[in-house]
């Protein structure tokens, strides 16, 4: 069992950035591929970024491509997106994930929520 705590959510104003982290609690956190989702208001939960165990391959959803970016530190067990030039329609909450492998992730965080101001 993996149990994941994202932090780092807020209030910004389009064009301002976040970074969000998310710290899990197992040792044997290389292992696992990381992933964020987000999910808007009314609206199904999307793919946003992923990072292998090593941190050596990404994946970005298109709608977010040159303006996030997704690390790791496995000394830490943390994982993070930095988001850039934030719009609107980035609001919504936002999940960290662990899995073996993209697509498919077991364990899921609380979640946090990113507002941004027009």
């Known amino acids: 069992q993996v149990q994941l705590a994202e932090s780092g959510g807020g209030l910004v104003q389009a064009g301002g950035s976040l970074r969000l982290s998310c710290v899990a609690s197992r040792r044997s956190f290389t292992s696992y591929t990381m992933g964020w989702f987000r999910q808007a208001p009314g609206k199904e939960r999307e793919f946003v970024a992923t990072?292998?165990?090593?941190?050596?391959?990404?994946r970005y959803a298109d709608s977010v491509k040159g303006r996030f970016t997704i690390s790791r530190d496995n000394a830490k067990n943390t994982v993070y997106l930095q988001m850039n030039s934030l719009k609107p329609e980035d609001t919504a909450v936002y999940y960290c994930?662990?899995?073996?492998?993209?697509?498919?992730?077991?364990?899921w965080g609380q979640g946090t929520q990113v507002t941004v101001s027009s």
């Open positions: 994930a662990a899995g073996r492998a993209y697509p498919n992730y077991d364990y």
């Open positions: 990072v292998t165990w090593s941190g050596g391959s990404t």
